[in-house]
């Protein structure tokens, strides 16, 4: 196969996901644009929460905060390309546009990862060390590990959209509703053999992460169980974390399947779904599972909203 493109300049992707909704539409923007709306003001709602209120200063509370965070940044890598593409008869994108989308969702991915497993390790020592637990989340330990949550998520994106970038192409033709840093890999007219390397390099440093998050839950669950202050506890605190970690898992176990293992004969419509469901579905379940768990973030929440209807009143 011969090199189609000789410069980054000259390359607009196109994407094929929106081919068969066209007729649609209209009807498709409007149900999108309020869960994306709905997505970022339930995530806006908790994170304003914790800020403004010293009580939740925690570091719980803190790690949520910086979970919402990174949700609003997952949807918004999503949701504005797919609204703008349904106004329009051709879906395409800059290649750099494409190494920027891949760079913002490769970062929610890997940083949803690391903020959930830091959460897990602050469960631990909260229910399985709980006369250690000021002497060990430090404020400072806080902050560091917020800091290396992001930080490590950026790193190992640079070096993934780095090698991508290399990698002369030819074909323009992306069969997703987004760009993703394997779809354009298997663009290339090269070995892309380092490419694949790192890639699993990186997922696999991931299943070390949530297989360090499943052995913390197996001790923080033996320990809570032997007193009804630690199942309550369990149950208020980690029940919430460990139903995202599984909620987060599933949703990108099935872009994985699709994007490793899908087949071009299968419903486009199922394959978009199982393609967006972890940018759509954390974002959305998280914050709505900690309001519901979490009574000091539920009743509060609750009286922000009942003094801001008086104030309009």
Same mark, same amino acid.
């Given at each position: 196969?011969?090199?189609? @493109?000789?410069?980054?300049?000259?390359?607009?992707? %196109?994407? !094929?996901?929106?081919?068969?909704?066209?007729?649609?539409?209209?009807?498709?923007? %409007? +149900?999108?644009?309020?869960?994306?709306?709905?997505?970022?003001?339930?995530?806006?709602?908790?994170?304003?929460?914790?800020?403004?209120?010293?009580? @939740?200063? $925690?570091?719980?509370?803190?790690?949520?905060?910086? *979970?919402?965070?990174?949700?609003?940044?997952?949807?918004?890598?999503?949701?504005?390309?797919?609204? +703008?593409?349904?106004?329009? $008869?051709? !879906?395409?994108?800059?290649?750099?546009?494409?190494?920027?989308?891949? +760079?913002?969702?490769?970062?929610?991915?890997?940083?949803?990862?690391?903020?959930?497993?830091?959460?897990?390790? $602050?469960?631990?020592? =909260?229910?399985?060390?709980?006369?250690?637990?000021?002497?060990?989340?430090?404020?400072?330990?806080?902050?560091?590990?917020?800091?290396?949550?992001?930080?490590?998520?950026?790193? #190992?994106?640079? +070096?993934?959209?780095?090698?991508?970038?290399?990698?002369?192409?030819?074909? &323009?033709?992306?069969?997703?509703?987004?760009?993703?840093?394997?779809?354009?890999?298997?663009?290339?007219?090269?070995?892309?053999?380092?490419?694949?390397?790192?890639?699993? &390099?990186?997922?696999?440093?991931?299943?070390?992460?949530?297989?360090?998050?499943?052995?913390?839950?197996?001790?923080?669950?033996?320990?809570?169980?032997?007193?009804? =202050?630690?199942?309550?506890?369990?149950?208020?605190?980690?029940?919430?974390?460990?139903?995202?970690?599984?909620? @987060?898992?599933?949703?990108?176990?099935?872009?994985?399947?699709?994007?490793?293992?899908?087949?071009?004969?299968?419903?486009?419509?199922?394959?978009?779904?199982?393609?967006? #469901?972890?940018?759509?579905?954390?974002? *959305?379940?998280?914050?709505? &599972?900690?309001?519901?768990?979490?009574?000091?973030?539920?009743?509060? &929440?609750?009286?922000?909203?009942?003094?801001?209807?008086?104030?309009?009143?």
């Amino acid at each position: 196969m011969t090199t189609l @493109f000789n410069s980054s300049q000259e390359i607009v992707f %196109v994407l !094929h996901g929106l081919n068969v909704t066209q007729t649609n539409r209209h009807i498709y923007f %409007v +149900f999108i644009l309020i869960l994306y709306l709905f997505t970022i003001c339930i995530n806006l709602t908790l994170i304003f929460t914790i800020f403004l209120e010293k009580m @939740f200063h $925690d570091p719980m509370y803190l790690f949520l905060g910086n *979970l919402c965070v990174n949700g609003i940044i997952g949807a918004s890598s999503f949701y504005p390309k797919i609204l +703008f593409d349904l106004l329009l $008869d051709s !879906h395409i994108i800059t290649y750099i546009g494409c190494l920027t989308q891949i +760079f913002v969702i490769y970062s929610y991915v890997y940083c949803e990862c690391t903020n959930l497993t830091v959460m897990a390790y $602050d469960g631990y020592v =909260a229910i399985c060390k709980p006369l250690h637990y000021n002497s060990i989340m430090t404020i400072r330990k806080v902050w560091t590990l917020l800091l290396l949550t992001w930080l490590l998520s950026w790193l #190992e994106c640079i +070096f993934s959209v780095f090698l991508t970038s290399r990698l002369p192409l030819c074909g &323009v033709d992306i069969d997703k509703l987004y760009c993703s840093n394997w779809a354009v890999v298997k663009l290339s007219c090269v070995d892309t053999t380092l490419n694949n390397i790192s890639g699993f &390099v990186f997922i696999y440093s991931h299943v070390f992460q949530t297989i360090l998050v499943l052995i913390s839950y197996i001790k923080i669950i033996k320990a809570s169980l032997r007193t009804q =202050a630690g199942r309550r506890k369990f149950m208020q605190t980690c029940l919430p974390h460990l139903i995202t970690l599984i909620n @987060f898992v599933i949703s990108l176990l099935f872009d994985v399947m699709y994007a490793r293992y899908g087949s071009n004969t299968s419903l486009l419509a199922l394959r978009n779904i199982m393609a967006v #469901e972890f940018l759509v579905v954390p974002p *959305l379940v998280n914050p709505i &599972v900690y309001g519901i768990n979490l009574t000091q973030i539920r009743n509060r &929440v609750r009286q922000l909203f009942k003094r801001k209807v008086a104030v309009l009143r």
